[in-house]
C-alpha cells in the first residue's frame, strides 16, 4: 500500500479467526443464526460480531424478548431480504466490526427509511475518530461493544417503548 498523502495507520488483530457459526436456515443468502419464538427483534451481526449477536439474542431472550439473529454474509450491496425480515420485526439492532458512518446498519436504516418502512434501527459499530491504543477488548469494552452492554441498551429501548410507531399514531409523533 502507498499513501504519500496523509498519515495512515492499518492495524491486524492478533486474535485468531473465529470458529465458523452454523446458520439453523438460510433465508435468500441471510444465514439464521438464531431463532426464538415470537421475534419482535432483529439482530444482524456481520463479520467478527456475528458470535457476539447470538449472544446478544440469547441474553435478550432471558428477558422475554424474542429475537431473530442473522448474519447477513456480505455488507454492501445490501441483500434485499434484510429488509423483508426487518419489516416483520419491531427493532432492528446491527452490529458491525466496522466503522459505523457508511456500514452495514447506516445502509439498512437508509434503505428502510427509502422503502417507507418505520422500523427503528439502532447501530453498534465503531465510532469514526481516533482511538487510543488498546487491545481489542479493551477498546470494544470502552466503545461499548459488549455483549451485556449493547443487550441492556435494547432492554432499556423496549422498556421505555421507543419501538415502532403504529400507522395511525405516526403524524402525532412527528
Known amino acids: 500500500m502507498k499513501i504519500d498523502d496523509a498519515p495512515s495507520v492499518i492495524r491486524f488483530s492478533k486474535e485468531k479467526l473465529p470458529e465458523?457459526?452454523?446458520?439453523?436456515?438460510?433465508?435468500?443468502?441471510?444465514?439464521?443464526?438464531?431463532?426464538t419464538e415470537n421475534p419482535t427483534v432483529l439482530v444482524v451481526g456481520y463479520g467478527q460480531f456475528a458470535g457476539m449477536a447470538i449472544e446478544v439474542g440469547q441474553r435478550l431472550t432471558q428477558q422475554g424478548i424474542g429475537v431473530t439473529v442473522v448474519d447477513p454474509v456480505w455488507a454492501l450491496p445490501l441483500n434485499p431480504e434484510l429488509i423483508?425480515?426487518?419489516?416483520?420485526?419491531?427493532?432492528?439492532?446491527?452490529l458491525e466490526d466496522n466503522g459505523?458512518?457508511?456500514g452495514l446498519g447506516s445502509r439498512l436504516a437508509q434503505e428502510l427509511r427509502l422503502?417507507?418502512?418505520?422500523?427503528?434501527?439502532?447501530?453498534?459499530?465503531?465510532?469514526?475518530?481516533?482511538?487510543?491504543?488498546?487491545?481489542?477488548?479493551?477498546?470494544?469494552?470502552?466503545?461499548?461493544?459488549?455483549a451485556q452492554a449493547i443487550a441492556r441498551q435494547v432492554t432499556e429501548r423496549i422498556s421505555a417503548g421507543q419501538l415502532r410507531i403504529p400507522a395511525d399514531n405516526a403524524a402525532d409523533q412527528l
Do not use: N, Y
Open 20 to 35: 465458523p457459526i452454523p446458520a439453523i436456515d438460510t433465508r435468500g443468502g441471510i444465514d439464521v443464526l438464531l431463532r
Open 84 to 94: 423483508a425480515l426487518a419489516i416483520d420485526h419491531d427493532l432492528v439492532v446491527s
Open 100 to 102: 459505523i458512518v457508511g
Open 115 to 146: 422503502k417507507g418502512v418505520d422500523v427503528p434501527v439502532r447501530e453498534f459499530g465503531i465510532a469514526q475518530e481516533f482511538h487510543q491504543h488498546a487491545s481489542r477488548a479493551a477498546l470494544l469494552d470502552h466503545l461499548g461493544l459488549t
